[in-house]
């Protein structure tokens, strides 16, 4: 098995995709279908999308917890500092720091070795 496709709903696409652009993601604005327009990436051949919110769904879920291993740690984080839940410690899976998005996901930040 691979994981292919990771997607994630927001009500404010720009403010998202600022975000995890920070972080290193370059983003592609597209429409495929008949899909609403949204932004994409591949990372290593998985495609993280941003979709607005789905009809119906009030708010975005927070629940959804991602992690990325990314270059220029310090200078990221120093960048993160108001969305820092958990400052950069060593853990048994590395270097890392946990901030969050806009829209309140938790992302796990680990320095790129």
Request: glycine share 8%.
């Amino acid at each position: 098995m691979q994981l292919k496709l990771v997607v994630i709903r927001t009500g404010d696409l720009l403010k998202l995709v600022e975000f995890y652009t920070l972080l290193g993601l370059p983003f592609e604005y597209h429409k495929h279908g008949n899909c609403p327009f949204h932004y994409s990436t591949n990372i290593n051949g998985i495609v993280l999308e941003i979709y607005p919110l789905a009809k119906g769904q009030p708010v975005a879920d927070k629940n959804l917890r991602l992690g990325f291993a990314i270059d220029n740690f310090e200078e990221i984080i120093i960048l993160l500092e108001n969305n820092i839940v958990s400052p950069p410690t060593q853990t048994d899976w590395g270097y890392m720091a946990v901030v969050q998005d806009p829209d309140g996901r938790k992302v796990e930040l680990y320095k790129r070795l």
